[in-house]
């Protein structure tokens, strides 16, 4: 290959391959803060701001161990809202998160920490998740949560 052939061949590789690596990045640092603001939001029982987070409709399942919750919504009045209000001293995070990133879909494995007291009891538990979203109006939203934990040892 000659010089002028390279060089024709490195600025064509930079035009197309160069933005979308620096978009990913940032739909990577996107994901990432997104994910943690989720945990944050929870620990602090402010739901309303998820609402925007998760995309709604029954098609959005969120998994915690082998039960299923089908849609955002079932999941925030039925089983978040309950667990909640029986949680005292409640501390939840998200950390380890590892998004990638394909157009407009992403998933991201992540690790959990959670401990709470409880009417009879304190519960500290660690857990894996793997969260599936979907750029929506050009905003991330989960379509798809799982989350599996154990007590801490």
Known sequence: MNRKSLIL???????????SAFGQDKDVDQIRSLLE??????????LTPLDEIYASGRGVHIIE???????????????????????????????AIEPRVKEDFAYSAFRYELSADTESDHIEIEGRGT????????????VHLHTSGRPKR
């Open 37 to 46: 603001r989720v945990a944050a939001l929870m620990q602090a029982g402010d």
């Open 131 to 142: 969260a599936i979203l979907e750029k929506i109006n050009e905003q991330w939203k989960i």
């Open 9 to 19: 061949s490195v600025a064509i590789w930079t035009v197309i391959f160069v933005p």
């Open 65 to 95: 161990g082998a039960g299923v919750n089908h849609g955002w919504e079932e999941y925030r009045d039925h089983h978040l809202k309950p667990e909640l209000q029986a949680f005292d001293n409640f501390q939840y995070h998200f950390f």
